[in-house]
Nanobody, 117 residues
Framework: QVQLVESGGGLVQAGGSLGLSCAASGSIFSINDMGWYRQAPGKQRELVAL???????NYGDSVKGRFTISRDNTKTTVYLRMDSLIPEDTAVYYC???????????WGKGTLVTVSL
Protein backbone atom coordinates (compact mmCIF):
# COMPACT_ATOMS: atom_id res chain seq x y z
CA GLN A 1 0.00 0.00 0.00
CA VAL A 2 1.04 3.57 -0.67
CA GLN A 3 -0.09 6.55 1.38
CA LEU A 4 0.05 10.11 0.05
CA VAL A 5 -0.01 13.19 2.27
CA GLU A 6 -0.21 16.70 0.85
CA SER A 7 0.95 19.87 2.56
CA GLY A 8 1.40 23.54 1.75
CA GLY A 9 -2.10 24.68 0.91
CA GLY A 10 -3.39 27.99 2.14
CA LEU A 11 -4.50 31.49 1.23
CA VAL A 12 -2.48 33.60 -1.18
CA GLN A 13 -3.10 36.86 -3.01
CA ALA A 14 -3.49 36.90 -6.78
CA GLY A 15 -0.13 37.28 -8.47
CA GLY A 16 1.66 35.54 -5.65
CA SER A 17 3.24 32.14 -5.33
CA LEU A 18 2.68 29.02 -3.29
CA GLY A 19 4.38 25.65 -3.03
CA LEU A 20 2.78 22.28 -2.40
CA SER A 21 4.42 19.04 -1.32
CA CYS A 22 3.26 15.45 -1.36
CA ALA A 23 5.08 12.71 0.52
CA ALA A 24 4.57 9.06 -0.36
CA SER A 25 5.08 6.27 2.12
CA GLY A 26 4.40 2.56 2.30
CA SER A 27 5.79 -0.79 1.29
CA ILE A 28 5.59 -0.38 -2.49
CA PHE A 29 9.09 -0.43 -3.94
CA SER A 30 8.42 1.34 -7.20
CA ILE A 31 6.47 4.54 -7.72
CA ASN A 32 6.10 4.95 -11.44
CA ASP A 33 4.87 8.53 -11.62
CA MET A 34 3.36 11.23 -9.44
CA GLY A 35 1.23 14.24 -10.12
CA TRP A 36 -1.25 16.83 -9.03
CA TYR A 37 -4.93 17.20 -9.83
CA ARG A 38 -7.35 19.84 -8.63
CA GLN A 39 -11.08 20.21 -8.20
CA ALA A 40 -12.90 23.50 -7.78
CA PRO A 41 -16.45 23.73 -6.41
CA GLY A 42 -18.96 22.64 -9.02
CA LYS A 43 -16.26 21.52 -11.46
CA GLN A 44 -14.72 18.20 -12.43
CA ARG A 45 -11.30 17.15 -11.27
CA GLU A 46 -8.61 18.12 -13.76
CA LEU A 47 -4.96 17.39 -14.34
CA VAL A 48 -2.57 20.05 -13.07
CA ALA A 49 0.82 18.44 -13.62
CA LEU A 50 2.44 15.03 -13.92
CA UNK A 51 6.03 13.89 -13.62
CA UNK A 52 7.16 10.44 -14.71
CA UNK A 53 9.93 8.31 -13.27
CA UNK A 54 12.23 9.38 -16.09
CA UNK A 55 11.66 13.06 -15.36
CA UNK A 56 9.39 14.03 -18.22
CA UNK A 57 6.45 16.27 -17.33
CA ASN A 58 2.99 17.18 -18.52
CA TYR A 59 0.90 20.17 -17.55
CA GLY A 60 -2.71 21.09 -17.85
CA ASP A 61 -3.34 23.82 -20.39
CA SER A 62 -4.58 26.26 -17.76
CA VAL A 63 -1.35 26.16 -15.75
CA LYS A 64 1.32 25.90 -18.44
CA GLY A 65 4.01 28.51 -17.94
CA ARG A 66 2.92 29.26 -14.37
CA PHE A 67 3.30 26.00 -12.43
CA THR A 68 6.33 23.74 -12.10
CA ILE A 69 6.33 20.14 -10.92
CA SER A 70 9.42 18.44 -9.54
CA ARG A 71 10.41 15.30 -7.66
CA ASP A 72 13.09 14.45 -5.14
CA ASN A 73 15.91 12.02 -5.85
CA THR A 74 14.18 9.15 -4.07
CA LYS A 75 11.04 9.75 -6.14
CA THR A 76 8.92 9.61 -3.00
CA THR A 77 8.09 13.31 -2.76
CA VAL A 78 6.56 15.48 -5.44
CA TYR A 79 6.41 19.27 -5.39
CA LEU A 80 4.30 21.84 -7.16
CA ARG A 81 5.52 25.41 -7.43
CA MET A 82 2.69 27.74 -8.33
CA ASP A 83 3.52 31.20 -9.63
CA SER A 84 1.38 34.05 -10.95
CA LEU A 85 -1.65 32.67 -9.17
CA ILE A 86 -5.12 33.76 -10.24
CA PRO A 87 -8.47 33.29 -8.50
CA GLU A 88 -9.36 30.52 -10.96
CA ASP A 89 -6.61 28.44 -9.38
CA THR A 90 -8.69 28.17 -6.21
CA ALA A 91 -9.38 24.47 -5.67
CA VAL A 92 -8.60 21.44 -3.61
CA TYR A 93 -5.33 20.04 -4.90
CA TYR A 94 -4.89 16.28 -4.78
CA CYS A 95 -1.68 14.31 -4.98
CA UNK A 96 -1.74 11.29 -7.27
CA UNK A 97 0.65 8.40 -7.77
CA UNK A 98 0.89 5.18 -9.74
CA UNK A 99 2.90 2.41 -8.14
CA UNK A 100 3.92 -1.20 -8.46
CA UNK A 101 3.95 -3.68 -11.27
CA UNK A 102 0.20 -3.31 -11.73
CA UNK A 103 0.46 0.50 -11.81
CA UNK A 104 -2.06 0.87 -8.99
CA UNK A 105 -3.43 4.39 -8.56
CA UNK A 106 -3.36 6.20 -5.20
CA TRP A 107 -4.78 9.53 -4.06
CA GLY A 108 -4.09 11.89 -1.20
CA LYS A 109 -6.86 13.55 0.77
CA GLY A 110 -6.24 16.96 -0.76
CA THR A 111 -5.11 20.39 0.36
CA LEU A 112 -7.07 23.60 -0.21
CA VAL A 113 -5.54 26.48 -2.14
CA THR A 114 -7.43 29.77 -2.10
CA VAL A 115 -6.34 32.69 -4.28
CA SER A 116 -7.82 36.06 -3.37
CA LEU A 117 -8.02 39.25 -5.39
Amino acid sequence: QVQLVESGGGLVQAGGSLGLSCAASGSIFSINDMGWYRQAPGKQRELVALIRSGGTTNYGDSVKGRFTISRDNTKTTVYLRMDSLIPEDTAVYYCNAHAGRSDTEYWGKGTLVTVSL
